[in-house]
Nanobody, 123 residues
Framework: QVQLVESGGGSVEAGGSLRLSCAAS????????MAWFRQAPGKEREGVAA???????TYTESVKGRFTISGGNAKNTLYLQMNSLKPEDTAMYYC?????????????????WGQGTQVTVSS
């Protein structure tokens, strides 16, 4: 059974930084895609950043230059370094993983999801 566990969320002031972590278990091989999504109250879940097994990254426009997605030394671990945070970055952040499809930032293409970690940015 595949499980994704996120950590690292919290409350920061605008301009601050946070680093999210995601640890996956229960899957022997390397996921084709892993990604971070976020969902603010009353809004749809949106893709933030994705990383494929070849190291290629994809970012949504609003976080380019501020967020960095990376993989860990351990297989199927994922990080999101978030700098210059803004109040509009406030959301529940979810880790997602997909074994086979070219998922990029498409919510519908991901098979496995974590429970989420809250990020709150105050002005």
């Amino acid at each position: 059974q595949v499980q994704l566990v996120e950590s690292g969320g919290g409350s920061v002031e605008a301009g601050g930084s946070l680093r999210l972590s995601c640890a996956a278990s229960g899957y022997t091989y390397t996921f084709r895609y892993m990604a971070w999504f976020r969902q603010a109250p009353g809004k749809e879940r949106e893709g933030v950043a994705a990383l494929n097994k070849y190291g290629v990254t994809t970012y949504t426009e609003s976080v380019k230059g501020r967020f960095t997605i990376s993989g860990g030394n351990a297989k199927n671990t994922l990080y999101l370094q978030m700098n210059s945070l803004k109040p509009e970055d406030t959301a529940m952040y979810y880790c997602a993983a997909e074994p086979f499809r070219y998922a990029f930032l498409d919510t519908a293409q991901y098979t496995y999801w974590g429970q989420g970690t809250q990020v709150t940015v105050s002005s």
